[in-house]
């Protein structure tokens, strides 16, 4: 099998970093041919957590291990140089040297360049990376997809013990973007390193992660499955970060436990949603025990004309379009519930070509229709943060 590492260990370590007024506590563990998802809002931290596993900043306290060496350990003294640490890293802006062509770029990280061995390697990731035809090229003779896939080959030649990627992807159109992760994707097949993918994309991490660790301020809020916590997040604050579309504060009408559902309220809102186990009559304090948040995702939610009310699905609202918005790869569509100064809002996701068909514009009369299983419950309460060590 081409590309194969030495050694296929787990990186992992923990981290606190201070940078003028902004502080990092977070902790990680990658294995060989997985991907570690950081998502989060602009200087959340992580890019700052990237550059200290890089040895590009100096954490004030913590541990790094990368291919089975500690690379940093504050309590030992141990500081190995980037250099040394065996590392791709690719970022947004690529870097590439532009008085060299394609194959001395990719080659440049090895250390016989001229050696038959290194030559086999700038094939085996040309062929793997299709840029068999662009060797002899120079990095300004490139498409920007092209550069990009370039700079990829250039950090995997050395074979590092893991790859680290800023938002490598972001400058790029969504075709593209598509195309590279699913290279990506294969690359890791054959070369099985760990890697940490820094991105705010939701897409984006749900394509490539094997788990996500989302991070604000500093702190690590919720490390897990990619589609459990991008999809459903169960903590409030995760659910706005990652960008849950509509967060319902309603009251409990009904329990209905047979069915596995509970009915909910608020104003000019009625749905139907999962019961969930840890909401029991009496619970929790006077007055809060019957309030819920509730979620639900854009794309979760069927648009018509008329009312389905032949359909399974256990929630059908009517609305008013207040809104059309264009949101790649379709549409916005936002409906006002009730005539009500303060009715609630809810926010769709479909198709350019459901909004031709169906011609909807703002003022037109429209049903949401949503199943039970697409809402779930959000726990508003803060997580508990926690030191690294």
Not at 95 to 119: T, Y
Not at 157 to 186: H, I, K, Q, T, Y
Not at 309 to 320: E, H, V, W
């Amino acid at each position: 099998m081409i590309l194969q590492n030495v050694t296929e260990t787990a990186a992992k370590g923990w981290v606190e970093c201070r940078v003028g007024d902004f502080n990092l506590q977070t902790e990680w563990e990658v294995q060989p041919g997985q991907v570690l998802v950081l998502f989060g809002p602009s200087g959340a931290g992580k890019s700052t957590t990237l550059r200290a596993i890089a040895g590009l900043l100096r954490p004030v306290r913590g541990h790094v291990e990368i291919g089975g060496r500690t690379v940093y350990d504050s309590d030992e003294g141990t500081w190995l140089p980037t250099h040394e640490r065996r590392l791709g890293y690719l970022t947004q802006q690529y870097h590439l040297f532009p008085h060299l062509k394609v194959a001395e770029n990719i080659s440049f990280g090895l250390s016989d360049r001229n050696s038959a061995s290194a030559k086999e390697r700038v094939n085996e990731l040309s062929n793997l990376l299709q840029l068999d035809e662009l060797e002899e090229r120079y990095p300004w003779e490139l498409s920007g997809g092209q550069q990009q896939r370039v700079a990829l080959a250039r950090a995997l030649a050395p074979r590092p013990a893991m790859f680290l990627l800023d938002e490598p992807f972001a400058s790029l159109d969504s075709e593209l973007r598509r195309n590279l992760r699913r290279e990506l994707r294969v690359m890791l097949a054959q070369s099985p390193v760990p890697v940490m993918l820094v991105t705010h994309d939701r897409e984006e991490a749900l394509a490539l992660g094997d788990s996500v660790q989302v991070i604000n301020e500093g702190r690590t809020l919720v490390t897990g499955e990619p589609l459990a916590v991008l999809g459903q997040p169960g903590q409030g604050r995760v659910a706005r970060l990652v960008g849950v579309e509509n967060l319902f504060n309603l009251t409990i009408a009904e329990r209905n436990p047979q069915d596995g559902t509970m009915s909910c309220i608020g104003q000019g809102l009625r749905l139907e949603v999962p019961l969930d186990s840890r909401i029991t009559e009496g619970a929790g304090p006077e007055g809060d025990q019957d309030r819920v948040t509730v979620g639900i995702r854009a794309s979760d939610i069927i648009l018509a004309k008329e009312d389905l009310s032949g359909s399974s699905a256990r929630n059908r609202l009517q609305g008013k379009v207040i809104a059309v918005e264009s949101r790649p790869p379709g549409y916005a569509v936002t409906l006002k519930l009730s005539s009500d100064h303060d009715a609630e809002i809810l926010r769709c996701h479909i198709t350019g070509a459901a909004l031709d068909e169906m011609g909807i514009r703002v003022g037109q009369q429209l049903w949401a229709v949503f199943k039970a299983s697409s809402c779930f419950l959000v726990d508003e309460e803060q997580p508990t943060e926690s030191s690294p060590d």
